[in-house]
């Protein structure tokens, strides 16, 4: 393969990690799988930046960022599975659709 497949494949393959993870943030209905998809939404956001710095030939920066991307990640994940947690507290079915009940 040439260079410029493996690109092509690389970039295509982030974006669709990354709408993957978008369609099930979207579609599940609940919290734990839509952490899932989050979580498979920042992958593909990793590879593009992995991808983006590995084509403009700057991997240094790239690796640095990426680092950077897995800090917030950590950091998000963390705040999810607390959310998670309290939700289960209230509701054990785990639906987002009966959180609206949590209003005011």
């Known amino acids: 393969m040439t260079v410029e497949w493996i690109d092509t494949i690389n970039t295509a393959a ?7 993870g978008l369609g ?15 979580k498979i939404m920042l992958q593909g956001v990793t590879l593009g930046l992995i991808q983006a710095g590995r084509m403009h030939e700057d991997l240094r920066f790239a690796q640095s960022m990426v ?26 079915s785990g639906d987002v659709d009966h959180l609206n009940r949590l209003r005011g």
């Open 24 to 38: 099930g943030l979207l579609l599940q209905r609940r919290v734990v799988r839509q952490v899932f998809s989050l």
């Open 67 to 92: 680092i950077s991307a897995l800090i917030v990640e950590a950091v998000v994940i963390a705040v999810a599975l607390a959310l998670i947690v309290n939700v289960f507290r209230h509701y054990p």
């Open 14 to 20: 982030s974006v669709l990690l990354f709408f993957i």
